[in-house]
Each structure stands twice: as C-alpha cells, then as structure tokens.
C-alpha cells in the first residue's frame, strides 16, 4: 500500500527574513511573499518513490511567474551535450525578463545598473547577451584508489588515497553576440588567460578550465576535447539514455542523475575497511536514477515533480528502505567486532 506525506508551508511566516534583509541594506518588499505557499506529497510506491511539489506565488510574482515559466531549456542545447557515460544532468531556462522583472519588484535594478556601469555595462546589456537556457554535466565520473608513498619519521609510509576523476562541462546559450563579447572583454580585463579560441583558466600543473565560444554558445568545460566537440556539435549523433529525451527535454527546469551509472566506476576497495567497502557494495544496489523535473506556471503556481527509482522494482520502497538500513547496520556491527 503507497504511504503518502503532505508537507505545507505559508511563506508568509518568512516576512521576519525580509526585515533581516532590509537591515542588511537590501530593500526586498514583503509584497513578493504575502500569501504564498508550497505544498508538496509524497508517495512510498513498489520500486519508487514519487513526489509532487507545487509554489503558489504571490499576486506580486504572478507576471515573473508567466515569464519564468514560458519556455522549455533549449533542445539543441541539450542533444549537444556528451551523452557516453553520463552521470548527470541539469537544463534550464531562466527568463532575463523574469530576472529584470525581479530586479524591480525587490528595488534592485538601480543598484545593479549602478554597479554595472563602472564597467562600462548595464543590466539589459548584461541580460540580452544570454537567451536564459543554461545546461550543466557531469560525465566519466570515477572513484579509485592510488598507492601515495609518504615520508614519516625517515621512513616511507605507503598508504592508499582515494582519487576521483570527472568531466564537467557548462553551457549557456548566446543571444546578442556583441553584448556577449563585452563579458569576454571584462573577463580579459580581469586577468584571465587567452587562447586562440577562448580563454583557460588554469587549476593546477595538470588541470585547467576551458572556456569556448562560437556565435551560438559558450562552454566552459575541464576538457578541452569536450568543449570543442560540443561546439562542433559532434556530439548530437551520439546516443544518449533515455532520461534525455524522457526527462530532461521539454521543462523549464529538469535534473537527472544516473545513480547506476555514479556507482559503476567507484572501486569497492578504496576504503582501508572492509565494513567501508561492504556498505559501498549495498549502496550500488539500492537506487536506479532520481529526477527532478518542473517550473512549468498555471494558475499563479510553479508546478515540479520527482521521481526516485530503486534497482529492485518490485518491492515496495519503504520495504527497501528498511532493509537497506539493516544491512548498514549490520555492516556497521561486523566492522565493531
């Protein structure tokens, strides 16, 4: 049987962290939060847990609410993101109306150009050079133990070290490219590295980020080869999981993580315990993926939903859950003895 939780919350009671706010110099109205609410349930079903989140925005926020939520994260964008081995995702559209919008209901917008203009800038300038659709992932991520020989009183000490390994990569979507190209001029400004086809930014002897762009977009990425291909677009053919096109695509909003795909490059053994490695092997086995789609607005409410899918599909959740937990802590008494 599915067990549901319900969960309210009048942000209304928050209008004490907008008087903090207004001490703090920021004039933030509490017209943005009189009467609204989020509401969310819950539901312990066989092989998942599922969620619906819902935000009833204030009449103030009805306007940012229409603009926030009229358009999906862009498609292309999205496909031309490096689908092997991925292990994450998140893709949005955020509105730069919506953001003015928010600018001038929280008297902010003054202050922003104020500030802006000392660089020879503006907030419209800042908000045309960008569509809104922004999209981050995380690919070949990888968790292993290395042998790392230390000194210690004049002797050597070998000792295992645990050493992770990621591709990430950013991407934002270019509106206007001149205004775009006066960001790029204040990032030089500002001391950043140049290279024939962007900038780098350099994180250790071996490691840098690289920050790519064409007419169409910008990607920062700590893989040149990546950037490169996402911009040549040489990756839109490679297949990609399901979740692309099922969950990520087609929301203002959407979030996927492959938990199988995480765990499948995590040595058991890096730990120097066996009770470790034996809780990292149940944890594998626990979950399938999680989601978190949404920022779609009707009714003056954002509306979200969420999806944790287990490996075993044919228990209920809670069922799992509970057995997940006795065998940590049966794990955790083997350790102790």
Partial sequence: TATTEIYTLSLHDALPICSLAEKMSLSVTGEIWKDAAFAAGVDFVKGKITGDMHYYVSDAMKEIGVEMGAANADKDM?????????????????????????????????????????????????????????????NDFSLKSEKVVDSFMGMAVVHNNQKPSMTMSYVIKINKKENFQKLVKMMKDMGLQTMESGLVIPLSASDSVYIL?????AIASNKYAYATGFLEGKYK??????????????????????????????DGSITNSSQDSLMINESKKLLNNISLTG???????????????????????????????????????????
Avoid at 213 to 217: F, I, L, S, T
Avoid at 240 to 254: E, F, T
């Fill in 78 to 138: 999205i496909e031309r993101m490096p689908g092997d081995n991925m292990d994450m995702m998140f893709a949005m559209h955020l509105s730069p109306k919506a953001i003015k919008l928010l600018l001038e209901k929280m008297n902010m917008l003054g202050l922003a150009n104020l500030g802006l203009s000392t660089q020879g800038s503006s907030v419209d300038g800042v908000l045309d050079a960008f569509t809104g659709d922004m999209t981050f992932a995380m």
């Fill in 237 to 266: 053919t490679q297949k990609k999981s399901d979740a692309v096109s099922s969950v990520v695509m087609g929301h203002p909003i959407a979030f996927f993580t492959d938990i199988q795909q995480l765990c499948r490059n995590i």
């Fill in 213 to 217: 762009m064409n007419g169409e977009y």
């Fill in 295 to 337: 920022g779609s607005f009707s009714n003056n409410t954002f509306n979200y939903h969420m999806d944790i899918n287990f490996l075993n599909t044919e228990e209920n959740s809670i069922i799992a859950l509970m057995d997940y937990g006795m065998k940590m802590s049966d794990a955790n008494k083997a350790g102790s003895n």
